[in-house]
């Protein structure tokens, strides 16, 4: 069974901090996907990496796909209040259009 | 909005009734997806359909009957549920043979089983 290991669960900071989230697996994946869910809604895709070593960037996240395709991470520079939700990773193997889901960072950050 | 709505938003029903829940999209994607969301597990990946006929159930209680009547709606059809099975029930669509495939989701409906 794949399965996709997020840390950390929860994160409180405070507006101006910077940090990480990291997304593990034992399995190797074609391509990996964050999302963003805020509450109350569904969540809504931040980025796709696919190529080992890849990074992205969007604004002040940085996104980071492991060489061996097994992990990522995801950087928020100077957070903001804005990025308050719960952050998914999700990994497809190749092959497939199923996307197995993290157990998600929960990330709230005080003004 | 994501292209994808979802009806009911909230829904709480007795054990012994039966209701169906509505997922539509016209995005033109052929690929829907039902996922569970509780609370501190992960997105669980219940049913997928692809160009109307399922290609997966994972292991998912006969409680719970999806519906796919066209490639723009789907239904998920409820009977004699149990408490356990409160939950956000979240619907997906996407493009099936496009490699990294985004999933467009709905805002969910919020079930509760009393």
């Known amino acids: 069974t794949q399965l996709l290991e997020q840390s950390p669960q929860f994160l409180s900071i405070q507006e101006g901090e910077n940090l990480t989230v990291y997304c593990n697996s034992s399995?190797?994946?074609?391509?990996l996907q964050w999302y963003r869910q805020e509450p109350g809604e569904g969540p809504v895709l931040l980025v796709t990496?696919?190529?080992?070593?890849e990074v992205k960037k969007l604004k002040r996240l940085t996104f980071q796909f492991g060489d061996a395709r097994k992990d990522s991470s995801l950087h928020i520079t100077a957070a903001q209040p804005g990025d308050t939700g719960l952050y998914l990773c999700?990994?497809?193997?190749?092959?497939?259009?199923?996307?197995?889901f993290g157990t998600g960072t929960r990330l709230k950050v005080l003004a | 909005e994501t292209g994808v709505t979802q009806t009911p938003r909230h829904l709480v029903m007795g054990m012994t009734n039966k209701k169906s829940l509505k997922c539509e999209q016209h995005?033109?994607?052929?690929?829907m997806y039902w996922y569970k969301q509780s609370a501190k597990k992960p997105l669980e990946l219940m049913f997928v359909?692809?160009?109307?006929?399922?290609?997966e159930n994972n292991s998912v209680p006969s409680r719970f009957s999806p519906e796919c009547p066209n490639s723009s709606h789907l239904f998920l059809h409820l009977h004699t549920l149990q408490p356990e099975d409160s939950a956000l029930y979240l619907c997906?669509?996407?493009?099936?043979?496009?490699?990294?495939?985004?999933?467009?989701f709905g805002q969910g409906t919020r079930l509760t089983v009393v």
């Open positions: 997906a669509s996407s493009h099936p043979l496009q490699r990294n495939t985004e999933a467009f």
């Open positions: 399995s190797v994946f074609s391509s």
């Open positions: 990496v696919v190529t080992g070593g």
């Open positions: 999700a990994g497809a193997t190749s092959g497939t259009y199923k996307y197995i």
């Open positions: 995005l033109g994607h052929n690929a």
């Open positions: 359909y692809n160009f109307k006929e399922q290609t």
